[in-house]
């Protein structure tokens, strides 16, 4: 996409430049997704669609980029619904033609085990799983026609290790990192790149924004300004470099996102020796909740 002649990791000549091309970004309002879509706009992409269920949030990055001097538009929609996420792609295309670029970020978290109310189980799975399905069921048949287009997803390192405190949020996110294996297997031959976001703790509103889709009374093991208990052990980044790494890695067109470099080590580690590997997260789960 956009310079042909050079090679990308996918395959032949196929370098995602950012320039002039649109993008949808959903959780657009908020920590990861508007980093991500303010540092799009910088990077000049031709439009940008901040998608929500917050709907006066996507409003207001929508128009902090338009005040920049570039294109946007906000969609309210949940994503983890079929009928908004077909929307949400129909609104886009009609606004700028088509879709090159989608950030899929939307994405919630719950605490506790299997003892988490079905609802709250069903709803992560729904906007952590399903979601990204829907997007890529109603994004990808306009890009496999131009072969070119690529995807973004924010899974987490939750995703490649586990999270601790919360079950329902490291299955669903391997569960993502699985689909954006999948996805960039089956489509990379036809032109479509797929990255996938892998952080640690990143100061956001993923405590807040959570609580208001599964219930104030549903714990979220997050703080407010979105520190997991990894937080305490790697250190917590803000949306705007994780941003930053991604647009790196969209130009490089690498699949693994890192923005934690930490977490390719403990990958290995998990490979490599997973019964030493579980032992050490029992010690760390331990020494985390104080000894409990
Ligand atoms: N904050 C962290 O430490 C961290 C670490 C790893 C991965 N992540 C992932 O990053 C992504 C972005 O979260 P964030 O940390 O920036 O939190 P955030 O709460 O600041 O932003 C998430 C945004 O997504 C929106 N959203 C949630 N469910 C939605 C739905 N069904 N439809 C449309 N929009 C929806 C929220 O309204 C919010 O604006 C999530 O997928 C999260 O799991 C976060």
Same mark, same amino acid.
């Given at each position: 996409?956009?310079?042909?002649?050079?090679?990308?990791?996918?395959?032949?000549?196929?370098?995602? =430049?950012?320039?002039?091309?649109?993008?949808?970004?959903?959780?657009?309002?908020?920590?990861?997704?508007?980093?991500?879509?303010?540092?799009?706009?910088?990077?000049?992409?031709?439009?940008?669609?901040?998608?929500?269920?917050?709907?006066?949030?996507?409003?207001?990055?929508?128009?902090?980029?338009?005040?920049?001097?570039?294109?946007?538009?906000?969609?309210?929609?949940?994503?983890?619904?079929?009928?908004?996420?077909?929307?949400?792609?129909?609104?886009?295309?009609?606004?700028?033609?088509?879709? =090159?670029?989608?950030?899929?970020?939307?994405?919630?978290?719950?605490?506790?085990?299997?003892?988490?109310?079905?609802?709250?189980?069903?709803?992560?799975?729904?906007?952590?799983?399903?979601?990204?399905?829907?997007?890529?069921?109603?994004?990808?048949?306009?890009?496999?026609?131009?072969?070119?287009?690529?995807?973004?997803?924010?899974?987490?390192?939750?995703?490649?290790?586990?999270?601790?405190?919360?079950?329902?949020?490291?299955?669903?996110?391997?569960?993502?990192?699985?689909?954006?294996?999948?996805?960039?297997?089956?489509?990379?031959?036809?032109?479509?790149?797929?990255?996938?976001?892998?952080?640690?703790?990143?100061?956001?509103?993923?405590?807040?924004?959570?609580?208001?889709?599964?219930?104030?009374?549903?714990?979220?093991?997050?703080?407010?300004?979105?520190?997991?208990?990894?937080?305490?052990?790697?250190?917590?980044?803000?949306?705007?470099?994780?941003?930053?790494?991604?647009?790196?890695?969209?130009?490089?067109?690498?699949?693994?996102?890192?923005?934690?470099?930490?977490?390719?080590?403990?990958?290995?580690?998990?490979?490599?020796?997973?019964?030493?590997?579980?032992?050490?997260?029992?010690?760390?789960?331990?020494?985390?909740?104080?000894?409990?």
């Amino acid at each position: 996409m956009g310079r042909p002649g050079r090679a990308g990791r996918h395959g032949p000549a196929l370098i995602m =430049d950012i320039q002039q091309r649109v993008a949808v970004v959903t959780g657009g309002a908020s920590g990861i997704g508007r980093s991500l879509c303010l540092a799009l706009a910088e990077q000049g992409a031709a439009a940008i669609v901040v998608a929500d269920v917050d709907a006066g949030g996507a409003a207001q990055v929508a128009a902090t980029i338009e005040a920049g001097g570039h294109r946007a538009l906000a969609v309210t929609a949940d994503v983890a619904s079929a009928a908004d996420a077909r929307a949400l792609v129909a609104r886009a295309q009609d606004a700028f033609g088509r879709i =090159d670029l989608l950030c899929s970020n939307a994405g919630i978290i719950v605490g506790g085990g299997v003892e988490v109310p079905d609802e709250a189980w069903s709803r992560m799975w729904a906007v952590n799983v399903q979601s990204h399905v829907y997007l890529a069921r109603a994004i990808l048949p306009g890009m496999l026609a131009r072969r070119e287009g690529y995807l973004v997803y924010t899974a987490s390192a939750a995703g490649l290790l586990t999270q601790l405190g919360s079950a329902p949020y490291a299955v669903t996110k391997h569960a993502l990192v699985a689909l954006a294996e999948w996805l960039y297997i089956t489509y990379a031959d036809q032109g479509i790149g797929v990255s996938c976001l892998c952080p640690q703790a990143v100061s956001t509103n993923l405590g807040a924004t959570s609580r208001r889709q599964v219930g104030a009374d549903t714990p979220t093991t997050w703080s407010d300004r979105g520190a997991g208990p990894q937080a305490a052990v790697d250190g917590v980044l803000t949306p705007d470099q994780v941003a930053a790494c991604v647009i790196e890695a969209i130009a490089q067109e690498r699949f693994l996102i890192l923005p934690h470099p930490e977490v390719a080590t403990y990958e290995r580690r998990r490979a490599d020796d997973r019964e030493r590997w579980l032992r050490g997260m029992r010690r760390l789960q331990a020494r985390l909740s104080g000894g409990r």
